[in-house]
């Protein structure tokens, strides 16, 4: 792709595609506003149209075109990104693809399924309700399985069932020049040549764009219990988490929220809970493994410190303290009302956790920011919501330096960036520290496939 | 890579690092004989010369140097691949990685390790046997984990915690021009751009050498417990693994022989056992879910027909049962001593695998060859070792046949035509049948990465 201006031939290419797509070929500012920004904090930047597309077949048709008038494809699922994915700072189109929303087949002997693109887990989960079976990445987002596959999204239940990375089984994309190809496939296992599934799984729409994606389900457990644990500092809860991960327990989730957290949780939700360190744990399988593994549970919580164990007694009372965690990102927000908040993303090894966040914490503590933490602990995976305005510039400047700061310990510890949002914009500063020389690596794939760079350009990373 | 022939540049290559190398540097025929073969059927073709690389630097010496004369570099490590994939059809170096066998870091909070490519399984688990850690893929080759990743193995324990593709967290790699690059880490989970991880795991050596891997590893279990059990007919057998996996018992292990492949155990074993289709299964975990689950096993499989249920009663009646599943390869070539045996590999969804056994079994019966099954039937792979005189034109074109007709077969049934074993040369063929337009994906990878085209020539695909 050329540095010249893409509108007029964004002009070609929606000239092109218009007798196609008619009506579901979008112009307006308010279309092209609601595709520009997502859920992050970047300042929104527009697509010149956008495009609704109902197929495999038209994705293939809008790709090439692009690629023949050398305009940026921008794929669009849900709007939930949160690192700028969908934004379209060199303008183009934004494929939309919600409307491709079509469950293909649920194969439920061989736990599997494929799925249109568009569909969100939610609708899945529905959809399977009488199996049996059910699809667990459990993130906080209303988001497609495809944006979810496109930035290699996880959630609560990582910690038992693995991220979309473990999950995708096989994917049909479509290349940047209208070709279309199948990886993988519906077998659990295969040695038959490059791993092209996990190559496109995380590629943030940069390669190809996923239309269908078979994925694995797994059973309903028979038994699940919750527990609700304080803890008078958050060395004891991350030493109650090492424990349990070493012991092999049945932990389904296990989530951390600190002191500053649950004091916004208790005006937020209009709780009354201790406003120190807190787990959130759930424990899935058999009624004996359940019941065998929370005892267990709850020797260790004890023996680290904990100074008050809560376990709902109904699948009510459990449901409510999800609930609970589950708002916690509305929590923060609601600490400075109307302020934007970075979300931070960092990884790192568990072992490192409770250095990691004491570490950044005495960071924080220099500045006048509000920094809330929740985390996905059984993962060494954790956000602290870096609240700021936007309009004051040294607010600005300090949320840019924490995120900068916690990156790099984080690096230095073994970890990643970013655990599950992706990078997007947001975090490209970041990949040449992350990957040294691999970075050149990714960038010669890239070019590889999409020669004419039309593929969410300028995201991940400059060419 | 040009056509001619390498031998002249070959010579080029040693010259060059013979002052390095020193008595590492072989040429010798038995040392080439010893390299040029594995454990395949393929008529064994030799390297020019073998090198015996003792760190990532020395191998990056050695590519950089077969990528300026345009010379082949194919990675050796134990010589226990299958499909010819150590094999040198255009000569070159050898480049034998077993000396690197180095373990560098254990992190037992983390459940993570560190270690060079020629480290084995069997000396990994052997090094973290104080820690209460181990590492799970259980093959039945002396492998090193290197090898392990580069066909992306598993075996008996992949059902409970999958392949080297879920295992492997990150690599040290050192690309054809001798540049040295490190891909993932040691965070469990990450969405910071391109999975190169997976990229390299199951390249076979053809973009590549991993030099380091950093692995995931495990708890060991509090409790076990083994069966064998016997049924009428195959379908008997694989509906009760069927159910089992919907259960979402705690099975670790779950192998099935067919009548033949009993029979050929009683006599290389000298065991009594019924010559029925048999599963050999093992349950591990607390000790309350073994026995909930192992209960619940045994009811299924008496629902399903299963006609004598055998439970050992120590550890080392335990071990008795799956020293005969290990030697059950050897139990089926001493059918006919002297004999060489195709091993078949491929990979269905399970659901699947009732009709795929019947209907290959009925195009062999046709045949007069003997083929015995064994199978890793949790996850829909079974093994037919297709017992043949190579000396026999048409015993050979039998053989070639009853192969290409399953992987026909898998293929239709949305499996795959190689499990666990690889590509190598021997699985070639049906790359295009099973990948489509998808293949020619992985050859502009390969050509981007590697190209002068040194490593691994002809392995997995022509370009």
Partial sequence: MSDAPTAGRAGEVIAALAPT??????????????????????PATLPDAVVLASSTQEVALVLATCTA???????FGAGSSIEGQIHAPRGGISLDLSGMNRILAVEAEDMDCT??????????NEDLRATGLFFPVDLGAHAT???????????????????????????????????????????????????????????????????ELTLRLFGLPAAQQ?????????????????AALQSGLCLNRIELADALQMTAINRYSKTD?????????????????????????????????????????????????WRIRHSALFAARALRPGIKGISTDVCVPISRLPDCIREIQSVIAETSLLAPLIGHVGDGNFHLVLLFDPADPD?????KRINAALVALALSMGGTCTGEHGVGLGKKDY?????????????????????????NPGKIFDL
């Avoid at 993988?184 to 190559?199: I, N, P």
């Avoid at 807190?278 to 709850?298: K, N």
Wanted: charged share 20%.
């Fill in 21 to 42: 797509f008619g009506a579901r070929l979008l112009t307006s500012r308010a279309a092209r506003e609601q595709h520009g920004s997502g859920e992050s904090w970047l």
């Fill in 69 to 75: 008038h050398s305009v940026p494809v921008i794929p």
């Fill in 115 to 124: 799925v249109q693109c568009g569909v969100t887990r939610q609708q899945l």
């Fill in 145 to 211: 399985l495809g944006g979810m596959a496109a930035t290699r999204a996880s959630g609560t239940t990582t910690v038992r069932y693995g991220s979309m990375r473990e999950l995708v089984m096989g994917l049909t994309v479509v290349l940047p020049d209208g070709q279309i190809v199948r990886t993988g496939g519906r077998a659990r296992k295969s040695s038959a040549g490059y791993d092209l599934t996990h190559l496109f799984v995380g590629s943030e729409g940069t390669l190809g764009v996923m239309t």
């Fill in 226 to 242: 919750s527990l609700l644990c304080s803890f008078p500092d958050l060395d004891s809860a991350t030493r109650t988490v090492v």
């Fill in 273 to 321: 809970l201790p406003e120190t360190p807190t787990l959130w744990v759930e424990l899935t399988g058999s009624d004996g493994a359940v019941a065998h593994d929370l005892a267990i549970f709850e020797e260790l919580a004890r023996d680290a410190g904990a100074s008050r164990i809560e376990r709902p007694a109904t699948a009510e009372a459990a449901s409510h303290i």
């Fill in 395 to 399: 607010e600005t400047a300090q949320a």
């Fill in 431 to 455: 990949m040449a520290a992350e990957h040294g020389p691999a970075l050149d690596l990714m960038r010669r794939i890239k070019r590889t496939i999409d020669p004419a760079n039309i593929m």
